[in-house]
């Protein structure tokens, strides 16, 4: 698997995950922000580099993975559930459909494959929303101070 770097994992709108930790550090912060910034730092930790990786690897994890990124939820374990739901029956779909037996057959092969990377990794992927939520977080305390 090609290593990627951390940097080239995309969230929503927040490009550069480790320049944005440093930016966050330099400035001058109290309160609740720096407990964001500190919950921030332990849940990047955590993360594991190897998920990060084969996220920023494919394509289709990743646009799955944004797909839900796009709705904060306060119940990250529900929302990584939900988002393999849908995965799930998205794939059962398209298996459903195809025709050929062949076609079916790689397809449901392929399922297997992508389920069993939710399912390996749920954990790590709530770790991803929460800290989704804590940039989000943080995003909105800078705005709120800002004005």
Known sequence: ?????????????????????????????HGDLKNIL???TKTFKEISPRLINQIATSTIYKRQIQTYLRFPSNDTANQVKLLMDQVERHLNQKIIIARRRDTKQRLAKEKG???????LNANQLKLLFDLHNLFLKAQEKLSNDAS
Do not use: C, E, T, W
Request: aromatic fraction near 8%.
């Open 113 to 119: 494959r992508i389920m069993s990377f939710y399912k």
């Open 1 to 29: 698997m090609q290593k990627i770097p951390l940097n080239q994992v995309i969230f929503h709108g927040v490009p550069n995950i480790r320049s944005a930790i440093d930016d966050l550090r330099k400035m001058d912060v």
């Open 38 to 40: 500190s919950n921030i």
